[in-house]
């Protein structure tokens, strides 16, 4: 079983609609990030958290550290938010990420 | 403040030919990771080097493998005698200091192709 499981693996959508990606983990965290990865392309920081809630232009993110989980949310979703958004936690013990096999999602218009 | 730099973006080699990575961390970031994204699958760590030091590299192939960040100038991915499966998606990731408690800052990968 992987430390990191996010879900669903994938996620297709109409343009306008709320989107949730769910991220669960098994190890102590010291952080959880929240990046995006576009096709061929690099990948974005979106978050950075250690607890509660944080939120930018469309996108929040939750966690909960007693369940051991974290949700990224898109409102009013737009084709252009299409992409593989990753998962990743730093453990209490090691200063490298830990990754989630990531979701990819498309927005249709 | 530029982002972090890799290059070249895309690399194409024969087997059996070196490949070198290049990474210039964002200015002021002493803290520089290197990834792995194989396709189809997720990242994976793979080397953990401050100006100078390996930190951690228990990601690393044991062999044809070595990562360097000198003290002048950018951190180098080295793979010498490539093979098919080294084919992948290379990232690199620079911070002020550990990932327990600051963002991550990622390049945009060199996509190595072995031929």
């Known amino acids: 079983k992987n430390e990191v499981e996010q879900s669903p693996q994938n996620l297709t959508a109409q343009e306008g609609e709320f989107i949730t990606i769910n991220c669960s983990y098994s190890v102590g965290i010291s952080a959880l990030h929240w990046l995006q990865q576009h096709p061929g392309g690099g990948i974005v920081s979106l978050f950075m958290?250690?607890?509660g809630k944080k939120k930018h232009g469309r996108l929040i993110a939750t966690i909960n550290i007693q369940e051991k989980h974290s949700s990224l949310h898109i409102t009013a979703s737009h084709p252009r938010d299409s992409a593989v958004y990753i998962c990743a936690v730093s453990s209490y013990n090691t200063d490298k990420l830990i990754f989630g096999t990531g979701t990819r999602l498309q927005v249709f218009p | 403040n530029a982002g972090v730099m890799q290059n070249p973006r895309h690399l194409v080699r024969r087997r059996g030919q070196e490949a070198r990575l290049r990474c210039s961390p964002m200015?002021?970031?002493?803290?520089v990771y290197w990834y792995r994204q194989l396709p189809e699958e997720g990242l994976k760590f793979m080397v953990y080097l401050q100006k100078e030091n390996i930190i951690d590299e228990s990601g690393m192939p044991k062999e044809r493998f070595s990562a360097e960040f000198p003290k002048e100038g950018p951190s180098i991915l080295r793979i010498q005698q490539v093979v098919r499966g080294d084919s992948a998606a290379y990232f690199c990731?620079?911070?002020?200091?550990?990932?327990?408690?600051?963002?991550?800052?990622f390049g945009q990968g060199t996509r190595l192709t072995v031929v």
């Open positions: 200015k002021g970031h002493s803290h």
């Open positions: 990731a620079s911070s002020p200091g550990s990932f327990r408690n600051t963002e991550a800052f």
């Open positions: 958290l250690s607890s």
